[in-house]
């Protein structure tokens, strides 16, 4: 069975520092890109982060750039989102998600995600 | 960056009925793409991708269409597991973004 599971979330105070995890079975990880995608509850879908099959290709959110680092352990199958500085709007539950492989980068697999809490 | 709009923001309809969804994309792109599902306190789930393609598992009553600017996703005979909302999203530009989605519910 293909799946995903976050971890690593929780409550956190402004300015701190989380590192979320994501780990990958039932399918040869190494060929899939990965992504992060959060979601404010009861909000929308913000798209925050991808990694190449390879990690050596990453792209960020502008909201998050400069601050978040994706990262992945192919030998370990799993994919992480180290969040430094975070913020109150940084609020919201991290969805790991799995890049189709093949033609068409759309998400064809998601976790259940991890619930981050940024507050005093 | 690709801003895409959906609309309505909530479709109210009752079992059975025909109902479209729309998403209007700031930009033209070809068909990269996707439709999303998402039921309460649950994650999202693949629906549709290259805009007129269903993923696998997916009911026949789901389909889609549209490229460049304007996508819809249409559901023939709403079933009471159709209840959720629903994302597009474009994977042809980075960054990748999504619409604010649309809810279904029932009427």
């Known amino acids: 069975e293909v799946q995903l599971v976050e971890s690593g979330g929780g409550l956190i105070q402004p300015g701190g520092s989380l590192r979320l995890s994501c780990a990958a079975s039932?399918?040869?990880?190494?060929?899939?890109?990965a992504h992060w995608v959060r979601q404010v509850p009861g909000k929308g879908l913000e798209w925050v982060s991808h990694?190449?099959?390879?990690?050596?290709?990453?792209h960020y959110a502008d909201s998050v750039k400069g601050r978040f680092t994706i990262s992945r352990d192919n030998a370990q199958n799993s994919v992480s989102l180290q969040m430094n500085s975070l913020r109150a709007e940084d609020t919201a539950i991290y969805y790991c998600a799995r890049e189709n492989w093949g033609w068409g980068d759309y998400f064809d697999c998601w976790g259940q995600g991890t619930l981050v809490t940024v507050s005093s | 960056e690709i801003v895409m709009t959906q609309s309505p923001a909530t479709l109210s309809v009752s079992p059975g009925e025909r109902v479209t969804l729309s998403c209007r994309a700031s930009q033209s792109f070809s068909s990269n793409l996707a439709w999303y599902q998402q039921q309460p306190g649950q994650a999202p789930r693949l629906l549709m991708y290259g805009a007129s393609t269903r993923a696998t598992g997916i009911p026949a009553r789901f389909s889609g269409s549209g490229s460049g600017t304007d996508f819809t996703l249409t559901i023939s005979s709403l079933q009471s597991e159709d209840f959720a909302v629903y994302y597009c999203?474009?994977?042809?530009?980075?960054?990748?973004?999504f619409g604010q989605g649309t809810k279904v519910e029932i009427k």
């Open positions: 039932g399918f040869s990880f190494s060929s899939h890109a």
């Open positions: 990694i190449s099959p390879s990690g050596s290709v990453t």
């Open positions: 999203q474009q994977y042809s530009n980075w960054p990748r973004t």
